[in-house]
């Protein structure tokens, strides 16, 4: 193992779904039953990360029902609405940043716009924007069509989006409002700007009426696997979550993503990629399997069947196929390509059954699980983290609250002996916090370009 350098040290989201990440999370005897929708716990799991030092509380999203079938597990059918429930946890906190997830399929850039810079103002400087493109055709039935875009046409859409919502958090410059009562000037007309945006997907005139944003931008997070993903990531994104099984093909992402954001013209160092990671850990091993074990024992086998089916872009057709025999063929889906390709992947590496697959990726839909002492976790941590695999990691507690307990109580203080994981947070903000760069305002940098020449 390469021993990473004492300066670097590992990054770490928590993706906490009030039901918990495994399918039959919510029916463990020690979680809420109601915890998708119960503030209260929202509350707590926030505390309790921000103990844990993380930089994040992450939150996907979903545009539907689905009734179990895009992700398995009656605890998925409804919940918050993230950045509302965001809005809601950060006067709560000092220092977590909350990572929201919101579509560019179905938004518009206006209002998204306005609804992230309102959280970063909300939470002085700790918000982040999971792009996502919103697949599938169930989704695409709440707005009003019959079918999904294809997934080229959603990239393209994405990239145009991203760009425009950045330019509308710039459209007031920093220094923008002078606020003086005695002269009546609220503010300098010559720093708030237009930004006149016309493309394929949209025609947006600006200025943005929400403020710039604390941190110029609030982070932007993607996860993306496909090649159209990963151009949107190396373009656009500046931490990026993977979902991976083996170190190899942790590598061969880390290394692919980097050097295109390098020839793109970006610094390398400001993209972080941090994988999916879903631990198990007790005092001892066998304690873990034995926690690993119970969960897996809860899994009604309809659910099973309709995680798979969902992580396939609704085309796998398992009815009338028995649960312990191979997993059968399934057309290409124009949605998650690559978490589709990834569930193929698994089946046939392992030789998997039905049952044994849904199983496996019960937990964290393909998303690499750990089962084992603090110790043991923490090695594999450390590997990808030395091995040019993570910057850090998107941690997903099986079950909650036990196992985001578990996972502050036991493996961040073997994280932080080895000097792997901070003792205290460096800022305030988010970006501070992740090591990114403040992004600079363009109507400012020109100006200023300007005064410098004169």
């Given at each position: 193992?390469?021993?990473?350098?004492?300066?670097?040290?590992i990054?770490?989201?928590?993706?906490?779904?009030?039901?918990?990440?495994?399918?039959?999370?919510?029916?463990?005897?020690d979680?809420?039953?109601?915890?998708a929708?119960n503030?209260?716990?929202?509350?707590?799991?926030?505390l309790?990360?921000?103990?844990?030092?993380?930089?994040?509380?992450?939150?996907?999203?979903?545009?539907?029902?689905?009734?179990?079938?895009?992700?398995?597990g009656?605890?998925k059918?409804?919940?918050f609405?993230?950045?509302?429930?965001?809005?809601?946890?950060?006067?709560?906190?000092t220092?977590?940043?909350?990572?929201a997830?919101?579509?560019?399929?179905y938004?518009?850039?206006y209002?998204?716009?306005?609804?992230?810079?309102?959280?970063?103002?909300?939470?002085n400087?700790r918000?982040g924007?999971?792009?996502v493109?919103s697949?599938?055709?169930?989704t695409?039935r709440?707005?009003?069509?019959?079918?999904q875009?294809?997934h080229a046409?959603?990239?393209?859409?994405?990239h145009?989006?991203?760009?425009?919502?950045?330019?509308l958090w710039?459209?007031?410059?920093d220094?923008?409002?002078i606020?003086?009562?005695?002269?009546?000037?609220?503010?300098?007309?010559?720093?708030?700007h237009?930004?006149?945006?016309?493309g394929?997907?949209?025609?947006?005139?600006?200025?943005?009426?929400?403020p710039?944003p604390?941190?110029?931008?609030?982070?932007?997070?993607?996860?993306?696997?496909?090649?159209?993903?990963?151009k949107?990531?190396?373009?656009?994104?500046?931490?990026?979550?993977t979902?991976?099984?083996?170190?190899?093909?942790?590598?061969e992402?880390?290394?692919?993503?980097?050097?295109?954001?390098?020839?793109?013209?970006?610094?390398p160092?400001?993209?972080?990629?941090?994988?999916?990671?879903?631990?198990?850990?007790a005092?001892t091993?066998?304690?873990?399997?034995?926690?690993?074990?119970?969960?897996?024992?809860?899994?009604?086998?309809e659910d099973?069947?309709a995680?798979?089916n969902g992580?396939?872009?609704?085309?796998?057709?398992?009815?009338?196929?028995?649960?312990?025999?191979?997993?059968?063929?399934?057309?290409?889906?124009?949605?998650?390509?690559?978490?589709?390709?990834?569930?193929?992947?698994?089946?046939?590496?392992?030789?998997?059954?039905?049952?044994?697959?849904?199983?496996?990726?019960?937990t964290a839909?393909?998303?690499y699980?750990?089962?084992?002492s603090?110790?043991?976790?923490?090695?594999q941590?450390e590997?990808?983290?030395?091995?040019?695999?993570?910057?850090g990691?998107?941690?997903?507690?099986?079950?909650?609250?036990?196992?985001?307990d578990?996972?502050?109580?036991?493996?961040?203080?073997?994280?932080?002996?080895?000097?792997?994981?901070?003792?205290a947070?460096?800022?305030?903000?988010?970006?501070?916090?992740?090591?990114?760069?403040?992004?600079e305002?363009?109507?400012?940098?020109?100006?200023?370009?300007?005064?410098a020449a004169?």
């Amino acid at each position: 193992m390469t021993r990473p350098s004492k300066s670097r040290q590992i990054k770490l989201g928590a993706f906490l779904p009030g039901g918990g990440q495994h399918i039959a999370a919510w029916r463990h005897p020690d979680a809420p039953a109601d915890g998708a929708t119960n503030f209260e716990f929202h509350r707590q799991l926030a505390l309790t990360a921000e103990r844990g030092l993380f930089d994040a509380y992450f939150l996907a999203d979903n545009l539907t029902v689905g009734l179990g079938a895009r992700e398995g597990g009656n605890a998925k059918i409804a919940g918050f609405e993230p950045v509302t429930l965001f809005a809601a946890l950060a006067p709560l906190t000092t220092h977590l940043g909350f990572i929201a997830t919101a579509s560019t399929t179905y938004e518009e850039p206006y209002t998204l716009a306005r609804k992230f810079a309102s959280l970063d103002l909300l939470s002085n400087g700790r918000a982040g924007w999971n792009v996502v493109t919103s697949a599938g055709d169930e989704t695409a039935r709440n707005f009003n069509r019959e079918t999904q875009p294809a997934h080229a046409e959603r990239y393209a859409r994405a990239h145009e989006h991203v760009e425009t919502v950045k330019a509308l958090w710039d459209s007031w410059e920093d220094d923008a409002f002078i606020r003086d009562k005695k002269s009546g000037r609220f503010y300098d007309k010559d720093k708030l700007h237009d930004i006149d945006h016309k493309g394929r997907h949209f025609s947006v005139k600006g200025p943005l009426n929400v403020p710039r944003p604390v941190q110029g931008h609030p982070v932007v997070v993607q996860a993306g696997q496909s090649e159209d993903g990963r151009k949107l990531a190396a373009q656009s994104a500046e931490v990026i979550f993977t979902a991976h099984q083996n170190l190899a093909s942790a590598q061969e992402f880390y290394r692919d993503i980097k050097a295109r954001v390098a020839a793109v013209g970006r610094d390398p160092g400001q993209v972080l990629i941090m994988p999916g990671v879903a631990p198990f850990v007790a005092r001892t091993e066998e304690e873990a399997h034995a926690k690993y074990q119970q969960l897996n024992e809860l899994i009604l086998p309809e659910d099973g069947v309709a995680l798979l089916n969902g992580l396939a872009g609704q085309t796998l057709d398992i009815s009338g196929y028995p649960l312990d025999g191979p997993l059968p063929p399934s057309k290409e889906t124009e949605g998650m390509k690559s978490r589709q390709a990834l569930i193929r992947q698994i089946a046939d590496e392992h030789n998997f059954t039905i049952r044994q697959l849904y199983q496996w990726v019960a937990t964290a839909r393909g998303h690499y699980t750990i089962i084992g002492s603090a110790a043991q976790v923490a090695d594999q941590l450390e590997e990808w983290f030395g091995n040019q695999a993570a910057d850090g990691f998107n941690i997903l507690p099986p079950w909650l609250p036990g196992a985001l307990d578990d996972f502050v109580d036991l493996v961040i203080p073997e994280l932080q002996r080895r000097g792997l994981f901070r003792t205290a947070y460096e800022g305030r903000t988010l970006r501070e916090n992740l090591g990114l760069r403040r992004p600079e305002n363009p109507w400012t940098a020109a100006r200023s370009k300007v005064l410098a020449a004169e």
